[in-house]
């Protein structure tokens, strides 16, 4: 199995400009999230899919910041227009949830966004 | 909302010595917990998981935890550390989100192996 991929691996962006992150999880896994990762403040959940629909967003910092989830096999996370505070390491995983149970999550390597 | 605390931000050992990297948790209810590492510049993987059944926990790479109700304590163990072993730990802990789940880490524990 190829695991979680994300793209693009590194993004070096200006300010306004609109960045999209992709992930395809492991086919299968009904459960998708997207993480931030700062030295400040550590790892932190935007938003986690359940068989791609949106079970909470309230990790998602404001609405620059949109994901979706068209299908089972692509998620994509939108900034819209970046700011230099959106600078972080954005990372996708997924699991196989069952009744009670979250399931191991699996990541990716994560996607490094500058924004200037 | 569940929580972890990760009471070290960094813990440095020699190699060869025994590694311990300490975590509480706050639950309302019997929580899953978990520890993943992070190697530099990669993704997280998964080390173990405690979900009720035995509460000591054997992981990859000669890990163990175990868990303790009493002090709501999940304390990550090695006896003998590994120059390889040098990453990030984190504690992890399964909140519930409506009929959801989500996992919620800590803030990290950065363990540095000695020669």
């Known amino acids: 199995d190829a695991g979680v991929i994300q793209s693009p691996r590194h993004e070096v962006t200006e300010m306004g400009q609109e960045v999209t992150l992709r992930c395809k999880p492991i086919?299968?896994?009904?459960?998708l999230f997207w993480y931030r990762q700062t030295m400040m403040r550590g790892l932190e959940l935007l938003i986690y899919?359940?068989?791609?629909?949106?079970?909470?967003d309230s990790g998602m910092p404001e609405d620059r910041f949109s994901a979706k989830m068209p299908n089972a096999s692509f998620s994509t996370l939108k900034i819209q227009p970046s700011e230099p505070r959106d600078s972080a390491v954005y990372f996708c995983?997924?699991?196989?949830?069952?009744?009670?149970?979250?399931?191991?999550?699996?990541f990716g390597e994560g996607s490094r966004l500058t924004v200037l | 909302a569940q929580s972890v605390t990760q009471l070290d931000s960094h813990v440095s050992v020699s190699e060869g010595t025994p590694v311990l990297l300490r975590c509480n948790y706050s639950s309302s209810y019997s929580p899953s917990l978990f520890w993943y590492v992070q190697h530099p510049n990669k993704g997280l993987q998964l080390l173990l998981k405690?979900?009720?059944?035995?509460?000591l926990v054997k992981g990859i790479n000669g890990f163990e935890a175990e868990f303790k109700k009493s002090e709501t304590s999940f304390h990550l163990t090695k006896p003998s550390a590994h120059m390889s072993d040098a990453a990030e730990y984190f504690c992890?802990?399964?909140?519930?989100f409506g009929s959801g789940y989500a996992l919620n880490f800590g803030k990290g524990t950065s363990l540095l192996v000695t020669p």
């Open positions: 405690y979900t009720s059944a035995a509460t």
């Open positions: 899919f359940n068989n791609n629909v949106p079970i909470d």
């Open positions: 995983a997924s699991s196989r949830r069952t009744s009670g149970d979250t399931g191991e999550l699996f």
């Open positions: 086919s299968g896994h009904n459960s």
């Open positions: 992890v802990v399964s909140d519930r």
